[in-house]
């Protein structure tokens, strides 16, 4: 049999000396376990920062409408108030107890109607198509399905190709009509420019009567107004017919 003979403390190397091997082995599984943690918490910290992250870009802007007054009103996204000290967040909707923050104004109104007179009844043969879709969009479905009716059994967009029809407007006055809301009464200066078969050039000047009954159906992305055209109407007040030589056009003038 071999005896073995256990060796002195004093036979060890020296950092063997200063320490048992038990206790250099846990000084070593505590660092790793330090290292563990700090690892789980910085994983967790930037997890926590990714989904605020994606929270806060996932929020509607906010869009505050400031009236001739001077008072901001929220139409659109969430706001922080500050109540007593404490940070309450406020949210805009139609059911809020302002109503009246996300109704148009009448300014908003006017510019609506002078919109779509000038985009319904401004246009040339190279760009009639555009300027009869973007009247259009702006009109309510019935009204639009009727007005897409008519002018397909008239035939508008062939006969202003055939007889190089260009028509032009100026607007002298939007009057909201009393009485009765979100109708209005315009006064406009109106003329065509229209080449015969024979290439004779005649010109046709007048003074128009629009009336124009917008409704409000909520503001959208698309409509930041909430306006459409839900009725439309001309009559003719004055008008002459011009096929002289001299072809001047009367709304160019200053």
């Known amino acids: 049999m071999f005896f073995l003979k256990r060796k002195q403390r004093s036979d060890l190397p020296e950092k063997a000396q200063m320490a048992k091997y038990y206790e250099m082995d846990g000084a070593l599984r505590a660092y790793a376990n330090r290292m563990a943690v700090l690892g789980l918490a910085s994983g967790a910290v930037a997890a926590i920062s990714l989904g605020l992250f994606a929270y806060v870009r996932l929020q509607p802007p906010v869009v505050i409408r400031v009236d001739q007054a001077g008072e901001a009103n929220v139409v659109g996204g969430d706001t922080v108030r500050v109540n007593k000290g404490l940070l309450l967040a406020g949210t805009a909707s139609a059911g809020s107890s302002e109503p009246a923050a996300s109704a148009p104004t009448d300014v908003e109104g006017r510019a609506v109607v002078r919109k779509f007179l000038q985009t319904y009844l401004t246009y040339t043969p190279a760009n009639v198509e555009r300027q009869f879709a973007d009247a259009l969009n702006m009109m309510?479905?019935?009204?639009?399905?009727?007005?897409?009716?008519?002018?397909?059994?008239?035939?508008?967009?062939?006969?202003?190709?055939?007889?190089?029809?260009?028509?032009?407007?100026?607007?002298?006055?939007?009057?909201?009509?009393?009485?009765?809301?979100?109708?209005?009464?315009?006064?406009?200066?109106?003329?065509?420019?229209?080449?015969?078969?024979?290439?004779?050039?005649?010109?046709?000047?007048?003074?128009?009567?629009?009336?124009?009954?917008?409704?409000?159906?909520?503001?959208?992305?698309?409509?930041?107004?909430?306006?459409?055209?839900?009725?439309?109407?001309?009559?003719?007040?004055?008008?002459?017919?011009?096929?002289?030589?001299?072809?001047?056009?009367?709304?160019?003038?200053?």
């Not at 009393?178 to 024979?198: D, L, M, N």
Request: glycine share 6%; net charge positive.
């Open 140 to 254: 309510t479905l019935n009204f639009r399905t009727l007005t897409m009716n008519k002018l397909r059994e008239d035939d508008t967009l062939g006969r202003i190709k055939t007889d190089s029809i260009t028509s032009s407007i100026r607007i002298r006055s939007i009057e909201p009509v009393a009485g009765q809301p979100w109708v209005y009464q315009v006064f406009a200066a109106k003329e065509i420019h229209r080449i015969t078969s024979q290439r004779i050039e005649q010109t046709e000047k007048m003074v128009c009567r629009y009336q124009v009954r917008l409704v409000f159906t909520g503001r959208t992305q698309f409509q930041p107004t909430g306006l459409l055209v839900g009725e439309f109407w001309e009559q003719q007040m004055v008008g002459e017919r011009n096929i002289d030589l001299d072809q001047r056009s009367t709304l160019l003038d200053r």
